[in-house]
């Protein structure tokens, strides 16, 4: 069994925010790395709406300048994933990988998100075959090819950018008559030759021999003028938003409907003392780096008062 006072569950920039924070107060952190080093923002291709950064910055490379900032300061890192919590006693425990045991008097939750499907049983069938939701992680092995992307905000728009410089065709199936995104992510879909924007489009099915090879789309379901519509792809892109990762929180934490913590007003409160949630699987609203960054720091001072008051 480890004792640790401050405890940060999760590497995104809420979950090393709080440990350049949590070091600094010297609380000497332990952070959980959680399955996906770096966060959902490793993801994307290149963040352009972080403070400092005036030429954009690749994400990995952000990221890891979070790290080793973190571990300027005496963070300790543990690369694995938190399989179960007991907030009912103090000191909280938690328990990376089912075996090993940490107590900690305070607990940083900065678990942030994950992507959504759209729940069709296609997508199952070829998951990992064709079917992604991730272009940066596996665009490059639709070079050359002709690839969907479906959903219409940012991340969307995104990732049908950076597909369309590897691809020969990128389709964005989008289910509204616009798009969602923001008016400069949207001007650079809609100026891309190589990207067709199909609006007014929901996805049947996926259809191939043991891989992703077609799509059978519906035009205007509902509507008079409703029609059945196939393009050959390789490549099915999922970007139509994330729901947070909260489930292992459930018997301890208060969530909205859709699975984000509550938390006490504008602070990272929780229902139970001396548990902090930062970032995205707490805001359903903003979801953006330097909004979770700025409540990792919230969390982390709020840690610092309570580890004090005890
Ligand atoms: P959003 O929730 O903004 O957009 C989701 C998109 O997917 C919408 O177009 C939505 O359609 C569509 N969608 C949802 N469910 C379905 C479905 N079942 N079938 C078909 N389409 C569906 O999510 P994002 O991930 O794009 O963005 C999340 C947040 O992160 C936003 O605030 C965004 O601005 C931000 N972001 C910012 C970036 C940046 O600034 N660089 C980059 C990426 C994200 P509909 O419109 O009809 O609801």
Redesign the pocket.
């Known amino acids: 069994m480890n004792k640790v006072k401050c405890l940060i569950i999760g590497s995104g920039p809420a979950g090393y925010t709080a440990a350049i924070y949590a070091s600094r107060a010297n609380l000497q952190p332990v952070l959980i790395e959680g399955p996906q080093l770096g966060g959902q923002l490793t993801t994307?291709t290149e963040?352009?709406?972080f403070p400092g950064y005036p030429d954009g910055v690749e994400p990995f490379t952000m990221m890891d300048d979070m790290r080793r900032q973190a571990e300027r300061f005496g963070t300790q890192f543990v690369s694995g994933i938190v399989t179960k919590v007991d907030f009912s006693v103090s000191p909280k425990k938690v328990w990376v990988e089912d075996t090993e045991e940490y107590e900690a008097d305070a607990v940083i939750i900065a678990t942030g998100a994950s992507a959504?499907y759209?729940?069709i049983e296609s997508e199952r069938t070829y998951k990992g075959r064709g079917v992604s939701a991730c272009a940066t992680c596996d665009g490059f092995f639709y070079r050359k090819k002709t690839v969907a992307v479906?959903?219409?905000?940012?991340?969307?728009c995104?990732e049908a950018n950076y597909l369309a410089g590897l691809c020969e065709k990128v389709y964005m199936?989008?289910?509204?008559p616009y798009?969602?995104?923001?008016e400069i992510?949207q001007q650079r879909v809609l100026n891309n030759p190589k990207i067709e924007v199909l609006f007014e489009h929901?996805?049947i099915q996926l259809t191939g021999e043991g891989k992703v090879q077609g799509a059978d789309l519906v035009y205007r379901k509902g509507e008079p003028d409703e029609e059945l519509r196939h393009i050959d792809i390789n490549g099915f892109f999922l970007?139509?938003?994330?729901h947070p990762n909260t489930e292992l929180f459930k018997d301890y934490l208060r969530r909205d409907a859709e699975g984000y913590i509550l938390v006490e007003g504008d602070s990272p409160r929780t229902n139970i003392p001396g548990v902090f949630a930062a970032g995205d699987c707490a805001d359903p609203h903003?979801?953006?780096a330097v909004v979770a960054a700025g409540s990792g720091a919230k969390a982390a001072i709020e840690a610092d008062k309570y580890i004090k008051s005890l």
């Not at 479906?150 to 969307?156: P, S």
């Not at 970007?239 to 994330?242: D, E, L, R, T, W």
Request: aromatic letters at 4%; charged letters at 25%; zero cysteines.
């Open positions: 994307t963040v352009e709406n959504k759209l729940g479906v959903g219409g905000g940012d991340t969307a995104e199936i989008v289910r509204k798009l969602r995104a923001s992510m929901n996805t970007a139509i938003g994330h903003y979801r953006q």
